[in-house]
């Protein structure tokens, strides 16, 4: 099985971390190949990157020239899963979607703690479409940009250890989601500070991906991922696949 | 006072229609500047045809030279309305919400009668984002495509009001939205065959944005719609403005 | 074009200033007659007044003798709305609703500050039935009651400047809604003192029912809003109108 | 203990029958006094006349001389009952709310059938507002004025039964809540034709009032019905008692 | 009239305390049967022990030879009240729903206040389930188990009031429900440290059991409640009625 | 890997089926033991059952005398899921949510088709509890009961392709999830009937119990689903382990 990991932001070693986050999550036989977008910002940190990145994402897909059986779409509360669901035949999955539902799996209720504030909203209107609000006690931020979050690991993991604990005693946490892909990695010091399970969304996604390939089950054409109809687009895709 | 009404795909006519039906809303002294985006489908009719047109509209509007006081977002159910937000300091009026907004002012609830079927979970995501999902009764679709609209202006007319009709009997609504940028101009032919209130987006938008700018009001810089942060963004924008 | 605004207590100066706010808003060639019921209490802070006061502003506008294009309920969270709109064919505009609507357009979220506690709930349950409750953040009191508004407005303005630092910083409004008719006039103090855009109810209701106007929209008629059936009515309306 | 039955329109006839309904609800030792408000009109069927009786209740309420140990507000789906509440230390009963908590006891949901179509969004906006509308499956209109209720019991039967029918077989209604005062009465019928428990809300409010009453428990005056501030109200109450 | 009360653990003494509150409720005439479960947990603090107490109170009303016109399930949060219903055709009213009905026609808003942390989700699922949790300000813990009630009154009346206080204050209730059968007969010292009306289930629920009986309602059985089909049950019932 | 499928009712022929199908979608390396409870009901087709199933399935695994890494919860729709949560230090997975939360990978909405009509109110309200009714288009009967289900395949699979289209085209539902352990085996039929993608419950439970297995994750032990308290329980286990 060979599952695309693809990046929203530009930062190569951002797509790095995340295919080897998704490397040790997955199964024996399972490949991963960790994709950058061919434009956008280095990191997504409000609605205009992450629109752009939505389209960066559906770009850097549809120019790869060989063969997948699952996508996992490697940004916490960005836009774009609808459109790749709508080009693609193959399951996709959104680390944001696959990390709460996991977390609904072994508690009540889950946190996500995130990077800076402005993501919050971003966050809590991808959870609501996904109709899993409910089950979500709070998105906190830790204050921390997407990019600052590897330029210093024990920095970020006070800053979320912190906001964790927060949401365990005041918002009534069971779960701890972390918010960014470039958290992947932490996922055990925050346990260990918390004592609460700690999901990446990164490795869920992995190991959701390989459940609907197991299961033979893509998603559903009939509505609203349908496939786009023929049209004549200008200037699609934006970056031509290499010949 | 100068207000861009922006539309969504590529096809002149419709940017020409939509153009039309501002001038004929707006007050005296508010001059309409209809823009068409650089590139993307010629309708959109689908999450991968929005997300797209969400980065065109952008693009659109930050390579747009002139000055302006506001800008109307001229897709319904389109992606795209929050980074707009950020990047402009002037109000930004999507018509789907000005629609439901207006709507909201003269009855109870309202319906949203719109073009294919795969829009109508498009239409009922954002109006659920936008908090307006208890007010709206139904979102129908009339089975026209977005470019069948004014090629048989009585055969979409028959269409609507059909759903029209349907929605006031069967889901209670008490006012009709019109669901597509296309259908502006057939608002009184639908109003004379239901008896109920109908609303065209790109109208109310209008009203709505010339009351934001007499209000002295913007978007709120706070949070969800700050300003992005300076970053390099390669290929952004996409269209160099004309030097 | 002429709009009543119907203030909802007997007190004089606060329908003048309700008049002056409302004419400051209005475009020109907009006339504004700023009307006070014949009867019920000189401020209104509790649900008995409220039901008085929707009795008392029905009774006022029945009697009036003028002709109008549409009347705005300037009482902040009152009932009464509903009954207007049956009794009329032009629109009512209810300035809660007119300032929910507006802040929407501008921010993810609002908060309203009012007057006394004891006017909390009775705005929560107007924006609950309007359905705009899911895009308020909260509402908070001053701890003023109405009349104390304007003897002292520079304490008036401490006190809503508190609550509104308060709503931005601990609820995550992205706006502030003025939630009384007679803190018209200190939007520009508190805006200044939060740099969050600031509502007020009145103007915003001004620019709304020209709105209507404009569009040549009013209240449906097909169910909720229909004119009432023809009855022999008690008392009714409670003051004859001048012959 | 005496129990005030209070009538929502100025009908006689219909305030006997609420009058008769309570007694043969009343535990031994339980006074009814069934009143009739001073004015308004003859049947409520609308939001005009709904505020109108909203103050003529408490207008007729307040006017009472005797001593009473509970009021009952016997129009379904009406206003008033948070202004009643404010006025008085004694519990007040919503027959509305009293029928919605009755059949929540005895079943998963339920259905209310009332009079016009035009009754059946303030019957949803009162459960709405009470948080009872989750159990609610549907109200549904006969299709009878409050009038025609009386005149010819068995058409009002055959009316609500068929429609009772389809909330059962299509709403999945497991319990009938009668719509309207006037239907007292003929609970029975209903319940034979369609198996299922059938809840009068006149018969419901007594049998709370006597609970409250019985637990010595009356309404919260901490914030929402807190009693009015001391205030000088022009024409209130509207008719003086007698001296 | 005879009510079974029937204690959901296995403590004699609780048993007693809960049938001495009900009769201090009942009208004359009611006769209160409590009754202690054949097997279980002491107390019940978690789902396990609430699973098989829902069972346990099931098997205890089925061996039990006499006749009986309602029956109280006085445990509060528990499950079982839905099998309950199945197997009888006398009402069966569940404390916790009790006591939430019978707040909110006092309130606009309730809190409760129980025993351990742990028993929060359990309540604030049930009143989910039962349509009640938006009237519903918060469910808090005094930190008390069940059985720590009744040895140390004055400290559970300590631990009670700091949390009925901070509800009042912080998270607006205004009215106080006793979340635990066990809390019967603090109802007042309550009420008097917070000046807000306290409503213990036991209580309520014997009122409100009165009541359907009095309306000669009892559960519907046409779907959710319908009797069990017949069929080969192994071990049941646990409790072989006495020969 | 070991996991433990638990059958809810006590009909061997059942607990293969379960068995096999959880067999077909384990992974090379994971081991499936298909347990019957010791008690309890050959078919469970409400409340009363579910309970009693409940604890059935507590005590069968609670005296199972083997070693397990997840327990599936083989019930669609039943009770019990958060008591085996507390007992176990493993992950438990029941299929009703293993199902839902899978379908909501592939499709904006899904439709669950079960058995009898009296099952429905048992799965919305899990579905509820699990936060994840909103995204639940409809639950469905088919009208055949739980043990008839093997009896007559063509039949069963009719009476579900039945339901099936009708929930697409009717409640626009995009997946299929098959509401009971016993449909286990018809996914191939529905889907080739309806063209929408079928999700069974067993299989996904499979693949998300090795999913938490796989990231190291189980359930949350800080609040809801902490280990009971050391009590004396009378008859717990009520099936004592093999000595």
């Given at each position: 099985m060979r599952i695309l990991a693809v990046?929203?932001?530009?930062t190569d070693a951002m797509t790095e971390m995340i295919g080897k986050q998704a490397r040790s999550a997955a199964a024996p036989g399972t490949e991963i190949i960790a994709l950058t977008p061919?434009?956008?910002?280095?990191?997504?940190?409000g609605n205009f990157e992450s629109y752009l990145a939505a389209v960066a994402v559906m770009d850097r897909v549809v120019s790869y020239r060989g063969e997948y059986d699952a996508v996992i779409l490697a940004g916490f509360g960005e836009h774009g899963r609808e459109g790749l669901q709508e080009l693609l035949d193959v399951p996709v999955v959104d680390i944001t979607e696959a990390a709460a539902h996991t977390a609904c799996l072994i508690g009540r209720t889950f946190s996500v703690v995130t990077t800076l504030d402005r993501a919050v909203p971003m966050i809590e209107d991808r959870l609501k479409l996904a109709g899993l609000a409910s089950r979500c006690a709070s998105v906190r931020a830790s204050g921390l940009g997407v990019l600052d979050l590897d330029e210093a690991p024990s920095r970020t993991i006070d800053a979320v250890v912190a906001q964790a604990k927060a949401a365990v005693e005041f918002d009534r946490a069971e779960v701890i989601v972390l918010g960014c892909g470039g958290m992947a990695g932490i996922e055990h010091a925050i346990r260990e500070a918390t004592t609460v399970p700690v999901v990446d969304g990164v490795a869920a996604a992995v190991k959701l991906a390989e459940t609907l390939v197991a299961l033979r089950l893509s998603t559903s054409k009939v509505r609203s991922y349908a496939a786009p109809r023929p049209k004549s687009i200008t200037r699609w895709p934006m970056t031509p696949p290499p010949t």
């Open positions: 990046n929203v932001n530009t061919h434009f956008g910002a280095p990191s997504i940190e």
